[in-house]
């Protein structure tokens, strides 16, 4: 038996997986075989879900019949509303009123209780039962409710129009279409392994995203668009990028939105949103033109500093970068970036269940024991 540590499971296969590919050396990722470029900007969400699940995009009545199964488990029940609530009064995050109110969503449950039933519904429950969530969480810290979700409305379009109680446009519907599809799935991340581990013991899917999106709240996991987007405020204001870029570096900073573990070129997600961003920021219904192209300034200047600072190191644009830049176009506000991250991974969460449960083995590792030994009982008295 192999007893070498691998620390963070570093280059460990852990399992099969047909839900996404991803090449660090070349930059490329798939989803379900197909490139990212070329289903991120086309697909609706809905349709990456069923791709996900079926292992093959929908024929337009299939799409419909999904559509409709999904949307309706977008109402969230009173005690999911006022845990919501609570989390908003109390002031804590929108990542940690997603986990408790996606802990809760089991409650919206309808009654078929089969087992491989339960499992779909479960995976639609959670993917449109988190969006309300955030949507209630978000209404709630501003002294306001949430309208009721509406099952005309798109998946990503009904999120916008709960969040800002207004009918989004369409640019701002692709935009966040792009944003989701991007982002829903990346092999075995941290989030991605945790449901995966939940699921191998054959525990039920809200669990396993409950779970889930505890490991996406840790700031090593989906915590940096937010302070990208400051530093992108910070560069927009100032009359000197460079400067602004290098007292960071001076100053022991690290510039978000750079640097990945598994990417040595540019993130293929970065290259996917600056599309969806430039189109958006450019387009004539209401684009803001001016940070869009201040946001490409920065990146190109920090790219140039990183690469004569760690000429060592091949610190590229991350997928961070431009999810800032995209989600502030589409008017997610910026205390929302890991909850809506938490609102696209939910798709690639529940994938990876039914998928694991699929064919299953319990998720089991082994440690090596580097504590005391041979130790004597000592009463509490003589101690
Ligand atoms: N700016 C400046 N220096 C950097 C950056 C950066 N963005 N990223 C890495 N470095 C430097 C580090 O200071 C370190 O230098 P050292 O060798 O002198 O100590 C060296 O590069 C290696 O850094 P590690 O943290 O060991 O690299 P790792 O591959 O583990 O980290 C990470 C990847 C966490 C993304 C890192 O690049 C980083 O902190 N980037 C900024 C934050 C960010 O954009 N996070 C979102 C990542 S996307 C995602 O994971 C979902």
Request: hydrophobic content about 40%.
């Amino acid at each position: 038996m192999d007893e070498s540590v691998r620390k963070g499971l570093d280059g460990v296969v852990a399992d099969e997986t047909r839900l996404s590919q991803i090449d660090g050396e070349a930059g490329e990722l798939t989803i379900g075989g197909y490139p990212l470029g070329e289903l991120a900007g086309n697909a609706t969400f809905e349709e990456t879900l069923f791709l996900l699940y079926e292992d093959r995009l929908p024929t337009a009545e299939e799409l419909e019949a999904f559509d409709e199964r999904l949307s309706a488990y977008r109402t969230i029940t009173p005690a999911t509303q006022s845990v919501v609530e609570a989390a908003a009064t109390r002031g804590q995050s929108a990542m940690d009123a997603a986990r408790m109110g996606i802990a809760s969503a089991s409650l919206a449950r309808t009654d078929d209780d089969r087992a491989e039933e339960a499992t779909e519904r479960d995976a639609l429950l959670s993917v449109a039962q988190l969006p309300t969530i955030v949507a209630a969480y978000w209404r709630a810290t501003q002294g306001e409710s949430a309208p009721e979700p509406r099952a005309d409305l798109s998946h990503a379009g009904n999120y916008l129009y709960m969040l800002t109680g207004e009918e989004p446009t369409e640019s701002e519907v692709r935009g966040l279409e792009t944003y989701v599809n991007a982002v829903v799935d990346h092999g075995f991340n941290a989030s991605t392994f945790t449901a995966r581990a939940i699921a191998s013991t054959e525990s039920d899917v809200v669990s396993a995203v409950t779970g889930a999106v505890g490991a996406l709240k840790g700031p090593l996991h989906g915590g940096a668009p937010g302070p990208v987007l400051d530093m992108l405020d910070e560069t927009h204001r100032a009359d000197d990028v460079r400067s602004v870029l290098e007292g960071k570096l001076d100053a022991g900073e690290r510039l978000m939105g750079f640097g990945h573990r598994v990417y040595n070129v540019r993130d293929p997600r970065a290259s996917v949103l600056s599309e969806a961003a430039e189109s958006l920021y450019r387009a004539e219904d209401g684009g803001d033109e001016d940070f869009y192209e201040s946001a490409r300034e920065t990146e190109v200047v920090a790219r140039d500093l990183l690469s004569e600072r760690r000429p060592d190191l091949d610190l590229e644009t991350n997928v961070e970068f431009y999810t800032a830049v995209l989600l502030r176009g589409v008017g997610v506000p910026r205390d929302l970036f890991s909850a809506t991250f938490a609102v696209a991974r939910v798709g690639g969460w529940t994938a990876h269940v039914i998928e694991q449960r699929a064919d299953n083995r319990i998720v089991r590792p082994r440690s090596r024991y580097v504590g005391a030994s041979n130790r004597t009982w000592t009463p509490i008295d003589e101690r």
